[in-house]
């Protein structure tokens, strides 16, 4: 069984750096076919899609969030991570992580419940 849990402090001032942990079990971030990828959703919107990480280690993210956004891993321990740079209160979402299966069509199979992630001085 797949499972994904995000982590990291739910209040962040603005104009700092947003840090987010995904670990994950029953899988390995590094397989070959495997995408592993961050949402958010803002109060009152849409799911966001923020980049992904894949094999070997290439990373794709949005547009509007590319100049502010660093995604990595730990092998280690087998975790994602997320950085989104000089925070403003609409960065304020729950962030998700998930995985997306290149050989089921990029389908995403696993999701993580989410963290709260609000933007506040």
């Known amino acids: 069984q797949v499972q994904l849990q995000e982590s990291g402090p739910g209040l962040v001032k603005p104009s700092q750096t947003l840090s987010l942990i995904c670990t994950v079990s029953?899988?390995?971030?590094?397989?070959?076919?495997?995408?592993w990828t961050w949402f958010r959703q803002p109060p009152g919107k849409g799911l966001e899609w923020i980049g992904y990480?894949?094999?070997?280690?290439?990373?794709h993210y949005s547009p509007s969030l590319k100049s502010r956004t660093t995604i990595s891993r730990d092998t280690s321990n087998n975790q994602l991570s997320l950085q989104l740079s000089a925070v403003t209160p609409e960065d304020t979402a729950v962030y998700y992580c998930?995985?997306?299966?290149?050989?089921?069509?990029?389908?995403?199979?696993?999701w993580g419940q989410g963290t709260q992630v609000t933007v506040s001085s």
């Open positions: 998930a995985r997306a299966r290149a050989d089921y069509d990029f389908a995403y199979d696993y």
């Open positions: 990480m894949a094999y070997p280690a290439s990373t």
């Open positions: 029953g899988a390995t971030i590094t397989a070959l076919t495997d995408y």
